[in-house]
């Protein structure tokens, strides 16, 4: 039997190029045999509910365009607490590191995933949060982070993406985020650890890489194994941030004497000023925040096994 499958598309990801391809998208599924059903976002959040709404119609639900809107699509489908409609990516975004991360590569690697490859059941990270003064929930998939994580998601603008590319984009990021950022004061604590004090970032993640491939944020990081890998960094001054810039490209920052990165299943963190959350490259949310492991929470198409 055929996969009932719906495609929610960004059309601003990648430039606006996501809208474009849609029809072509639609052609090529059909040449796989495979017929499907389509919307388009109109507003932030938007891919949210037409993804709760879809949940349980559909046995997929494919998220085109970048990580943001897969973030939205997988969101609807967990809050819509069906365990029936499996997540997709077609990856035309710009960081498409949940697609790298469950071995889509290409736009065709996914197209064929969709009619044929195998589904992975993945953990997520439950996001406990503030939005306007009211507790809120989110959910991610690759991290959550409070602190550095933020500016760098606020500096790394569409122009910064349109101009300098997926390569470039997120160190052009970092480094005008550095101009302007001051460790806030925070107090974590984490299963029995506890820190307290100005901290640079602090970050609970699934992911081992981040950031379009190009930063190696949490290594070892696995999207199935029931564990959150935590980075507690405190205060580094701009030259002292500027020189861990390349570990933290390789994933050897964990050593540095100023870095603490550990297993864990709770974070709960306190901040002073309040501060933005960036989840999945997104910011949504702010402190005081709780990131929990939420273990198989979510079916996901992969490209494992696919003939290349």
């Known amino acids: 039997m055929a996969r009932r499958v719906l495609l929610i598309a960004n059309p601003n990801a990648a430039a606006g190029r996501s809208a474009a391809r849609l029809e072509k998208l639609l052609v090529d599924l059909q040449a796989r045999g495979l017929a499907a059903d389509y919307a388009l976002t109109s507003r932030p959040r938007h891919a949210v509910d037409l993804a709760r709404d879809a949940a349980g119609e559909y046995d997929v639900i494919a998220a085109v365009g970048g990580d943001g809107t897969m973030n939205e699509v997988a969101n609807g489908i967990l809050f819509s607490n069906r365990n029936d409609t499996a997540l997709a990516v077609v990856p035309l ?11 889509i590569r290409t736009v065709a690697d996914s197209l064929d995933a969709l009619a044929q490859g195998a589904t992975q059941v993945i953990d997520a990270i439950e996001v406990s949060c503030c939005e306007r003064g009211n507790p809120t929930k989110h959910f991610a998939l690759l991290y959550a982070a409070v602190g550095f994580a933020g500016e760098v998601g606020r500096h790394t603008t569409p122009t910064i993406k349109a101009i300098f590319g997926q390569r470039f984009c997120y160190s052009i990021g970092f480094f005008l985020a550095l101009l302007r950022f001051e460790s806030p004061n925070v107090k974590v604590w984490c299963d029995e650890r506890e820190f307290n ?19 190696r944020l949490s290594p070892g990081a696995k999207i199935d194994d ?72 979510l079916r996901v198409i992969t490209g494992w096994g696919l003939s290349r």
């Open 226 to 297: 029931g564990k959150l890998y935590v980075n507690v960094v405190e205060h580094l001054g701009r030259l002292e941030t500027t020189r861990c810039f390349p570990r933290l490209l390789m994933g050897t920052h964990t050593t540095h004497p100023k870095v603490q990165y550990f297993p864990a299943t709770v974070l709960n963190i306190e901040s002073h000023p309040q501060m933005n959350l960036q989840l999945d490259g997104e910011l949504l949310g702010t402190t005081p925040a709780t990131f929990a492991v939420k273990s198989k929470a």
């Open 197 to 215: 004090g100005r901290m640079f970032l602090v970050s609970a993640a699934k992911a081992e890489i981040i950031g379009g491939g190009a930063m």
């Open 93 to 103: 975004g710009t960081g498409n590191d949940l697609a790298r991360l469950v071995g």
